[in-house]
Nanobody, 115 residues
């Protein structure tokens, strides 16, 4: 069984910063990649960022220059550093891990950007 848990969400003012964390635990042999997605109110879930097992990263155009994905020395933890947050970044942020060829999703963490 593989578990994915996100944390770090909260309420932040426009222009502020937050760092989200994602930890993958359980029985697994390899993690190919970790992704962040988000789903805003009334919107479809959208991809935000990816980091591969080789450390290659990519972020969506909508967050480029503001969000950074990184990981710890252990491949089972990743962070999403979010800066210069805007109201339109308000969403539930989900972590998805590709483990042994399967997708595993976390429950999500709420990020609200509001003054």
């Amino acid at each position: 069984q593989v578990h994915v848990v996100e944390s770090g969400g909260g309420l932040v003012q426009p222009g502020g910063s937050l760092r989200l964390s994602c930890v993958v635990s359980g029985s697994m042999s390899s993690i190919k990649r970790m992704n962040w997605f988000r789903q805003g109110p009334g919107k479809e879930r959208e991809w935000v960022a990816t980091i591969t097992s080789d450390g290659v990263t990519a972020v969506a155009d909508s967050v480029k220059g503001r969000f950074t994905i990184s990981r710890g020395n252990a491949e089972n933890m990743v962070w999403l550093q979010m800066s210069i947050l805007k109201a339109e970044d308000t969403a539930v942020y989900y972590c998805r891990s590709t483990v042994d060829g399967y997708f595993y999703w976390g429950q999500g963490t709420q990020v609200t950007v509001s003054s």
